[in-house]
């Protein structure tokens, strides 16, 4: 009996031992063990993406497992954001998540996931300049050419969207609002059929991510007037915020990535250390750089405290411009 009683025991440590294994596996550096999912929520070409992959090209060399791009649109992001928060904590799903996922979305209309609850921030991996820009056929060269002409034709000008509640809309109107003018808005499905038809001249004013629109700029094809952001650009010194003509109108759009709610601490630490050391590497920064991104990490607990802080500033933004979902 004592011999047969042994043997159940021996069954029975050796099942809890293969069981646990791949936990302990992870839990003492052998994460990642597989391929990792890194989930984009727009369609491929736009900033998210170019950062996605420039940050899955490198951890794939570096941990020897692939680390693939999945793009998931729709919703606003919503759609990719929700597949992530819905997804196992074991660190084999990330997002790659705009601002306006967490602190926006929420107050424009029902997200189907709670901000605060169902995501494990990471780090903040990219700072995404937004510049003014109007079409050539619009007589102003800075913001402030613009306000007057907006001024004294409050019917000719229109500005574009990627939808309501969009990086590009909450900037523009800020600008109305702050500078007593009243810039139309026409809203589209993405940044790209926006600037196809400002390109064409049928609206005339947009404030949108700089890596898109520089080959236009370059062309000539459009007038870059100034930067969205709080303060110049590090990319565009001579470049001058609409803040310093019309105080008060600044949009930072930052990216970071993140895993569902749950994910072990030791996964995130390894997660968040790698895509650092990726993004500190000179050739990866000098090529963000060439396309308008800038390179930024942050610890896990500073992007939560980004979050709250954003969350509480936008959503005051607007309340006041009386911004509905789409």
Do not use: C
């Not at 009996?1 to 029975?12: V, Y």
């Not at 900033?47 to 899955?56: F, G, H, L």
Request: glycine share 8%; aromatic share 6%.
């Amino acid at each position: 009996m004592p011999s047969s009683l042994s043997r159940r025991q021996l069954l029975k440590a050796s099942l809890l031992s293969a069981v646990a294994s791949p936990a302990m596996a992870q839990s003492s550096g052998a994460y990642p063990a597989r391929p990792i999912k890194f989930v984009v929520p727009i369609t491929p070409g736009g900033s998210n993406d170019v950062v996605a992959r420039t940050i899955a090209q490198k951890l794939t060399e570096l941990w020897n497992q692939p680390v693939t791009v999945d793009n998931k649109p729709g919703a606003g992001m919503n759609l990719g954001a929700d597949f992530v928060a819905k997804s196992a904590p074991d660190g084999y799903t990330w997002l790659l998540g705009a601002n306006n996922i967490f602190v926006t979305n929420p107050h424009v209309g029902k997200t189907p996931f709670d901000v605060f609850k169902d995501f494990t921030p990471i780090t903040q991996v990219a700072l995404v300049p937004f510049v003014l820009v109007v079409h050539p056929s619009v007589p102003a060269r800075n913001v402030a050419e613009l306000v007057e002409y907006a001024k004294r034709n409050p019917d000719k000008l229109n500005y574009g969207s990627s939808g309501n509640g969009s990086p590009q809309q909450l900037a523009t109107e800020m600008l109305n609002f702050a500078a007593g003018i009243k810039i139309q808005h026409v809203p589209y499905k993405g940044a790209v059929p926006a600037i196809t038809d400002l390109l064409a001249g049928r609206i005339q004013v947009f404030i949108g991510a700089v890596n898109s629109l520089l080959p236009h700029i370059r062309d000539g094809k459009l007038r870059m007037l100034a930067g969205a952001g709080g303060k110049r650009f590090t990319a565009f010194p001579e470049l001058p915020a609409i803040a310093e003509t019309v105080p008060g109108v600044a949009l930072d759009v930052w990216l970071g990535v993140f895993m569902p709610a749950g994910v072990p601490r030791d996964i995130v630490t390894k997660a968040n250390a790698d895509i650092a050391r990726v993004l500190q590497m000179p050739d990866i920064k000098n090529s963000l750089a060439s396309q308008g991104i800038e390179a930024v990490t942050s610890t896990p607990e500073a992007l939560s405290n980004i979050i709250r802080d954003d969350y509480a500033r936008w959503g005051k933004v607007i309340r006041e411009a009386d911004i509905k979902a789409d």
